[in-house]
């Protein structure tokens, strides 16, 4: 109870304290997101636009093919259901800390609560968000989806969530973030604490669709033990004021592997400033960081960091970055070799597609337009499974769009 | 088919083709011959329209038409089609999904792939860690997809091995007049070409009606393309710009 009230002592503290990176903003220009919303069991029953809005950011209003499903509007649980509660758990993280005694030994260990005045808010709201455990030895065929929504103007939407994917389980979650119609501007917060136990695997697609005035301030951490692996695909193609994210990876257990891939584009006005950390702390461990970036008049930075404290760990970075008709396009890399025997490479480029490469396309009848089209949807294209075929379309829409305004 | 007529090209301020004359008839296939440094790929890309390669005077005329200005899009529109010697890499860009966007007809197409053994290329990216030979099937099969009526190949043999020379010779006789019966046949239904060549490798394949021999940019000969080369074989380039000094 002691260390409760010191951390509670330390996050007030905090709350004034700016992050790194990335705009400030300021808390109280926001009101708190309401924590009590209607209910929404059957998701088909939603308005059309609703399910749109939750379809452009991979969740299925059918709930077809997915192990279990998860709102969360505003500060307010709408909707938690599971297929089958055999290969997977799902529910609220404020329900899993009645259920599960040992749930609080996850919370607010990866993510330290006084890290800045985003994770602080988060803290002293006790904020709500999903809990999503693979018991071990489990394999769920199909992915668990949820659905971070804001459905009210200028308010702070504070979530917490937590994964754990225990002994040789495997689990694929995909979150989509989004807003609802009319909702412009406004703030989310989203503490993200995973565990990847030994052997296992987390596959997690985060998708992206916000409004113009919208401000996004993840904050993630990944634990993965021996053997174990964590994929991440980052996905955010709209317009949107401000994200900025540092979602850091931490390889504790001998030959555990992460890859991270970020696609992102900044409109006009949009400022993306995206990081991924991988710190290597155990022998024969893997990671790889691929970051393709598009402005089209907004900011991107893409900041790789690669952190080797432990023999034989191998991770390459990969930073590509094309300028579409304006913009700002910056590529950090930084590695660090803390042992001798260490390999780690980035690969970093910033500018605009080579004329060589469109007019090899219009020499084979393509259109200056299409030939665009098809090398940016390549540069995009970095291999992301299990998106459904809505939202590939909204992506394919998104990069016809792309290539039409870059020429 | 195509006139060239006193086609002098720049890059980068360096003049490399100085008054260029040179002719493909319907249905022939000329080649071109010419030193390392002649200009001789400059010349087809020059035909293509790649940027980089400034036409300060001359023109191009293509099925009747003044090309000399228009994009590389609308050149290949008019059925033009070429195999460069260093294609760039389309990181992302996948060989099929290319392919599915050019193809006239995709059956076609995955057949040709199967006999060029490019199917299990499909998946990769487009000339990303390809070899010298591989590129140049995958080219290939990119022009045979697109079933241009004037093709432009530079060195389709170079960097193949002596195995596959034949099957990429054959491949490019049947693009260049697959169902021709006869040499009047060929002339109005089969389609035109103008390849570079070295060695004559690909002439051991294809027809070949006429030779042009290109020295520091400029045509210093044509005739019959076998008995050209095996001038050149004897006597080397430097003969044929000595012989055009003494016309001049």
């Given at each position: ?16 304290k700016?992050?790194?990176y ?10 708190l997101a ?15 636009e ?13 709930e ?12 307010a649980?709408t ?5 089958d509660?055999?290969?997977v758990e799902l ?12 749930v ?6 990866l ?10 808010m988060?803290y ?6 999903y ?5 071990a030895?489990?394999k769920s ?14 308010v ?13 389980a495997?689990?694929?979650?995909i ?54 692996s ?9 317009p ?10 931490i390889l504790?257990g ?27 702390n ?14 089209t008049?907004g ?9 080797g404290?432990a ?6 970075l ?9 913009g ?7 590695l ?11 690969e970093?480029?910033?500018g605009?597609i ?17 030939a665009v089209?098809?090398?940016v ?13 809505e ?16 020429i | ?7 002098t090209?720049e890059?980068g ?14 249905g ?14 400059a010349?087809?890309m ?20 003044d090309i ?11 059925g ?7 294609p ?16 006239k007809?995709?059956?076609?197409t ?5 006999t ?8 990769r ?6 070899s ?10 990119q ?21 596959s020379?034949?099957q ?6 049947d693009l260049l007049?697959?169902?021709?019966k006869?040499?009047g ?5 089969g389609?035109?070409?103008?390849v ?26 044509s ?10 074989k ?12 003494m016309?001049?």
């Open positions: 109870m002691q260390a409760d009230e010191d951390m509670r002592k330390k996050a007030e503290a905090a709350l004034k700016t992050a790194a990335g705009e400030d903003f300021d808390l109280n220009e926001y009101g309401s924590e009590e919303e209607e209910q929404a069991d059957d998701l088909e029953e939603l308005s059309e609703d399910q749109r809005t939750l379809l452009n950011v991979g969740f299925t209003p059918s077809d093919n997915r192990a279990g499903s998860f709102i969360m509007l505003n500060n649980v909707h938690s259901s599971l297929r509660d055999d290969v529910m609220s993280l404020r329900d899993a800390m009645k259920v599960h005694d040992w609080k030994d996850y919370s607010w260990k993510v330290e609560p006084d890290k800045d005045k985003y994770t602080a988060s002293l709201q006790d904020a709500n968000g809990f999503i455990r693979a018991p030895g489990k065929k199909m992915p668990v989806q949820t659905c971070l929504l804001i459905g009210s103007k200028e702070s939407q504070t979530v917490h969530n937590i994964v754990i994917v225990e002994e040789g495997e689990l694929d979650v979150t989509g973030c989004s807003t609802k119609h009319g909702v412009d501007k406004g703030l989310h917060l989203g503490i993200s604490e995973m565990y990847v136990k030994k052997g296992a695997t987390l596959n997690f697609t985060m998708i992206h669709n916000w409004g113009e005035e919208i401000g996004v301030r993840p904050r993630t951490v990944v634990h993965v033990e021996e053997g174990g964590y994929i991440s695909n980052y996905v955010t193609l709209k949107v004021k401000s994200v900025q994210a540092y979602p850091t990876v504790e001998k030959g555990a592997f992460a890859r991270l891939n970020t696609i992102a584009v900044a409109h006009p006005g949009s400022e993306l400033d995206l990081g991924s950390k991988v710190v290597f155990a022998e024969d461990t893997k990671a790889e960081l691929i970051s393709r970036t598009i402005t008049g900011n991107a930075i893409a900041r790789g960091e690669m952190i404290n023999n034989n760990a191998k991770g390459h990969e930073c590509h970055g094309l300028v579409l008709g304006g700002m396009q910056r590529a950090i890399p930084i660090e070799a803390n042992v001798e025997d260490i390999e780690l490479s980035h970093a480029a910033v605009r080579a004329r060589e490469q469109i007019e090899y396309l219009m020499a084979r009848g393509l259109t200056e337009e299409d089209g098809m090398i949807r390549g540069f995009l294209d970095v291999g992301i499974q299990g998106i459904p075929d939202l590939k379309a909204d992506i394919d829409a998104t990069i016809a769009k792309i290539g039409e305004n870059a | 088919m195509l006139e060239i007529n006193n086609l090209v890059i301020g360096r003049r490399i083709l100085k008054g260029v004359d040179l002719n493909v008839e319907a022939y296939t000329n080649v071109l011959f010419g030193p390392n440094g002649a200009g001789k790929s010349l087809l020059t035909l293509m329209g790649f940027s980089g390669y400034n036409v300060v005077g001359g023109e191009i005329i293509f099925k009747g038409e000399t200005n228009m994009s590389v899009y609308e050149r290949a529109q008019m033009m089609g070429i195999m460069t010697q260093r760039p890499n389309m990181n992302g860009v996948k060989v099929y999904d290319l392919l599915n966007v050019i193809s007809d995709m059956k076609d995955e057949e040709l792939a199967e060029l053994d490019m199917v299990r290329f499909f998946e990216d487009v000339n990303v860690g390809f010298g030979g591989e590129i140049k099937r995958s080219e290939l099969l022009l045979s997809a697109q079933n241009p009526d004037f093709i432009l190949l530079d060195e389709p043999e170079s960097g193949v091995d002596l195995v020379i034949e990429l010779g054959l491949t490019i006789n007049q697959k169902d021709c006869c040499a046949d060929r002339c109005k239904h389609k035109s070409a103008l570079i060549t070295h060695t004559g490798q690909v002439m051991d394949y294809i027809q070949a009606d006429r030779g042009y021999i290109l020295c520091n940019g400029t045509v210093m000969c005739g019959n393309p076998r008995e050209m080369l095996t001038e050149i004897e006597q080397g380039y430097e003969e044929c710009i000595k012989c055009k000094l016309k001049i």
